[in-house]
């Protein structure tokens, strides 16, 4: 189900029109359990505005770190990644 939702992100239409948005994680040191709902928001005002969210639990979590902000941002890819 991951590939998904990486293969949505992933594409040209997502990189101009959408944002991916951390609404919320969790951490629990003792199960080792880490869960991340993230939310797709289409940000074109011409179209039909579409809403998603996402589960995302991962099992065996050491640590977690990186997630500061809210706002995923786009990055620009290089043509040989």
């Given at each position: 189900?991951?590939?998904?939702?990486?293969?949505?992100?992933?594409?040209?239409?997502?990189?101009?029109?959408?944002n991916?948005?951390?609404?919320?994680?969790?951490?629990?040191?003792?199960?080792?359990?880490?869960?991340f709902?993230?939310?797709?928001?289409?940000?074109?005002?011409?179209?039909?505005?579409?809403y998603?969210?996402?589960?995302?639990?991962?099992?065996?979590?050491?640590?977690?770190?990186?997630?500061?902000?809210?706002?995923?941002?786009?990055?620009?890819?290089?043509?040989?990644?």
């Amino acid at each position: 189900m991951i590939d998904v939702l990486i293969d949505k992100t992933n594409t040209e239409e997502f990189y101009q029109n959408c944002n991916l948005i951390l609404e919320l994680y969790s951490f629990n040191a003792k199960t080792k359990i880490a869960e991340f709902v993230v939310s797709i928001n289409q940000v074109s005002y011409d179209e039909f505005v579409e809403y998603e969210e996402w589960k995302i639990t991962c099992k065996n979590t050491e640590k977690i770190k990186g997630f500061d902000f809210d706002l995923f941002m786009p990055y620009p890819k290089n043509e040989n990644s």
